[in-house]
């Protein structure tokens, strides 16, 4: 391949390594923040589990607003599809393999933990649950 053709394909390739490197860190910066403050309100917590995420996102709370008893009432059972909020707006995938630059903006994470936890669970999630939560999502 001549030059004029290999650097600029090094550089397309070291900016999307990269692009995903950064971040990766974000979400890992995201997770560290919600385990501290999980081993802060208990002391016995001993890191996220996959599997908790799981079964927060599909289980059925009471507490929250009727027409959403689980994050599947908007987000759908399959991570890796689409989904609908009630508004009728589609709801991009919230698997990381399918929407890449999701949990990126710990802002906009913290947005919407505190919108739909107070809606689908009817209070504020837990560290312990964001973190189980992302964990699952990002395995998604």
């Not at 550089?11 to 999980?38: H, K, P, W």
């Not at 709801?91 to 990126?104: F, H, K, L």
Request: glycine share 10%; net charge positive.
């Amino acid at each position: 391949m001549p030059l004029t053709r290999t650097i600029p394909a090094l550089l397309a390739c070291a900016v999307i390594l990269l692009s995903g490197t950064s971040q990766a860190g974000v979400r890992e910066d995201q997770l560290a923040q919600y385990a501290s403050a999980a081993k802060a309100a208990d002391p016995s917590f001993a890191g996220f589990s996959a599997e908790r995420g799981k079964t927060l996102h599909t289980q059925n709370f009471a507490g929250g607003k009727p027409d959403t008893p689980a994050c599947t009432s908007c987000h759908g059972k399959d991570p890796r599809g689409t989904g609908r909020a009630p508004s009728g707006k589609t709801i991009e995938a919230m698997a990381t393999s399918v929407t890449p630059a999701r949990y990126t903006d710990p802002a906009k994470v913290e947005k919407w933990f505190k919108r739909n936890c107070t809606e689908v669970l009817g209070r504020l999630c837990t560290p312990q649950e964001k973190g189980d939560w992302l964990k699952f999502m990002l395995g998604q």
